[in-house]
């Protein structure tokens, strides 16, 4: 059974930063695409970054890029997001999604899903 389990939300200041994790199981994640999505109150799903299984390339919204980083650690089939220069825009519940599609890319309809992590930034 494929499951992926968001941790490391939380209360942040503006300018602070976190770091998001992703355990995987029932999969490895290198042999998904598997990206971070995230939905502000009122707001539609975005996607944030994405790893690629076809090529391994990562890729970023252009609102977080240069901020955030996305990783993975195939030992302990995790992925990570970095979250620097956090901004109140930035407030949203994370999520993290797999998917095992041929293209090996993110998008809305990704197969799998965490139940997602809220992150907070105050100003």
């Known amino acids: 059974e494929v499951q992926l389990v968001e941790s490391g939300g939380g209360l942040v200041q503006s300018g602070g930063s976190l770091r998001l994790s992703c355990e995987a199981s029932g999969f490895t994640v290198d042999d998904y695409a598997i990206g971070w999505f995230r939905q502000a109150p009122g707001k539609e799903r975005e996607g944030v970054s994405c790893?690629?299984?076809?090529?391994?390339?990562?890729r970023y919204a252009d609102s977080v890029k240069g901020r955030f980083t996305m990783s993975s650690d195939k030992a302990k089939n995790t992925v990570y997001l970095q979250m620097n220069t956090l901004k109140p825009d930035d407030t949203a519940v994370y999520y993290c999604?797999?998917?095992?599609?041929?293209?090996?890319?993110?998008?809305?309809?990704?197969?799998?899903w965490g139940k997602g992590t809220l992150v907070t930034v105050s100003s």
């Open positions: 790893i690629s299984s076809s090529d391994g390339s990562t």
């Open positions: 999604a797999a998917d095992a599609g041929i293209l090996g890319v993110c998008w809305d309809g990704m197969d799998y």
